[in-house]
């Protein structure tokens, strides 16, 4: 059925330091893979998103990559700033009719300063 | 604005006291969803509509109604709450391939 793993399930990191955080999906048919960052008490907002036919998008610090072969795909944030620290989720839309979006289990990011 | 509305915010209730959380988007979304949100396990899908009169269960329905009357409104029913339906709710919508857009959560509270 509709899957995505995600790990680390918590990251820790001194500020100024990269953070990489991954994902994989168990639908080929998967066409669209946004990252949402949620801190602590507010909802999920869209930091990122790409789509099947793109390998890689930046936005600033924040960058991400896909590897549809290997079904995987990952959020990279250079330079942290505390104000990264929060819950990253990645997700997957199974496309076709339905339009699934299937949420993995979240990251817990902790930039330390 | 483009926004997802919730209510309640906050709700602490009985076991098996029904009662309704109200989602409303302003974005004429097709796609509307229900997500638990648990310590350690993430955004879980409750219920899932593609449109009007059209709805799916998600990986965790148990427990749960909804209804897809009009466009803008998808309800959670929970026709007779339990301690374990304690946790952390939202309400998301999107368009077609587009990015979804989340309610402020209802934090439901079943003693």
């Known amino acids: 059925g509709e899957n995505v793993e995600q790990h680390p399930s918590t990251l820790s990191v001194q500020e100024g330091d990269s953070a990489v955080i991954k994902c994989t999906y168990s639908?080929?048919?998967?066409?669209?893979f946004p990252w949402y960052k949620q801190e602590l008490g507010k909802r999920p907002q869209l930091i990122i998103d790409?789509?099947?036919?793109?390998g890689e998008k930046k936005d600033q610090r924040i960058a991400v990559t896909l590897n549809k072969t290997a079904k995987h795909f990952s959020l990279h944030i250079t330079e942290t700033q505390p104000e990264d620290s929060a819950v990253y989720f990645c997700?997957?839309?199974?496309?076709?009719?339905?339009?699934?979006?299937?949420f993995g289990t979240g990251t817990l990011l902790a930039v330390q300063p | 604005e483009a926004q997802v509305t919730q209510n309640p915010r906050y709700l602490i209730t009985v076991t098996g006291k029904k009662l309704t959380v109200t989602c409303s988007q302003n974005?004429?979304?097709?796609?509307m969803s229900w997500y638990r949100q648990d310590p350690g396990l993430g955004l879980r899908q409750i219920y899932y509509s593609m449109n009007v009169e059209v709805t799916d269960k998600g990986d965790v329905p148990e427990g749960y109604k909804v209804s897809r009357k009009e466009k803008r409104n998808f309800p959670l029913i929970l026709e007779s709450p339990s301690p374990n339906q304690t946790s952390l709710y939202f309400c998301?919508?999107?368009?077609?391939?587009?990015?979804?857009?989340f309610g402020q959560g209802t934090r439901l509270t079943v003693v």
């Open positions: 997700a997957a839309s199974y496309g076709g009719a339905t339009n699934k979006l299937i």
């Open positions: 998301a919508s999107w368009g077609f391939g587009t990015e979804a857009f």
């Open positions: 790409i789509r099947s036919n793109v």
């Open positions: 974005m004429n979304h097709e796609y």
């Open positions: 639908d080929s048919a998967s066409n669209y």
